[in-house]
């Protein structure tokens, strides 16, 4: 697996992974930025995520939904606030209605990724870190409550997949 660690900090409101990858950052970014490699791991395995819109860029917009084992719909959104290729990627990230507006009561995240060169046992590698910001302590315990780190572990453990496929999808905008 490719998560090497996860911390739930109640004192400074966050949740962190922390997963290291055998690729490039450049290779690793593309994961996030390409949408159709995003809806690859964006949710856990029995929630695939699908990606109407992505806008990456910042102050653009993602619109997506994943899809539970019965076939319910949970939807989402994020706003892209911090875009530093290679190295670092920022945005608000919540839940939405039907029509896409954000849920009312329902908390927004802010996440923040890293991605960090490093040296792996096989060579050379990436050490991505994810760390997930909330208002209060509530919001997390919300949150985590609903399956958040559970879920993120798996979703992240699927991208050792992506990255060894011989299909690299193109990066660009849906929507």
């Given at each position: 697996m490719t998560v090497i660690s996860t911390e739930r900090d109640a004192e400074n409101l966050t949740l962190t992974f922390v997963a290291e990858f055998a690729a490039s950052p450049e290779r690793v970014w593309r994961v996030w930025e390409d949408p159709r490699q995003l809806e690859r791991w964006?949710?856990?395995?029995?929630?695939?995520?699908?990606?109407?819109?992505?806008?990456?860029?910042?102050?653009?917009?993602?619109?997506?939904?994943?899809?539970?084992?019965?076939?319910?719909?949970?939807?989402?959104?994020?706003?892209?606030?911090?875009?530093?290729?290679?190295?670092?990627?920022?945005?608000?990230?919540?839940?939405?209605?039907?029509?896409?507006?954000?849920?009312?009561?329902?908390?927004?995240?802010?996440?923040?990724?890293?991605?960090?060169?490093?040296?792996?046992?096989?060579?050379?590698?990436?050490?991505?870190?994810?760390?997930?910001?909330?208002?209060?302590l509530d919001r997390l315990e919300q949150l985590v409550s609903m399956g958040m780190q559970e879920g993120m572990q798996q979703a992240l453990g699927q991208i050792d997949a992506i990255l060894s496929s011989d299909t690299v999808g193109s990066s660009g905008a849906v929507g």
């Open positions: 964006w949710g856990p395995p029995t929630w695939p995520a699908t990606f109407d819109e992505h806008e990456f860029r910042v102050g653009g917009r993602s619109a997506y939904y994943m899809t539970g084992p019965d076939g319910e719909k949970a939807r989402g959104w994020w706003r892209i606030t911090l875009i530093d290729e290679p190295s670092r990627l920022e945005f608000d990230d919540g839940f939405s209605d039907e029509e896409g507006r954000p849920s009312e009561g329902m908390p927004v995240t802010r996440t923040e990724v890293t991605f960090e060169a490093v040296r792996l046992a096989d060579g050379r590698g990436t050490r991505m870190t994810t760390v997930s910001r909330f208002a209060d």
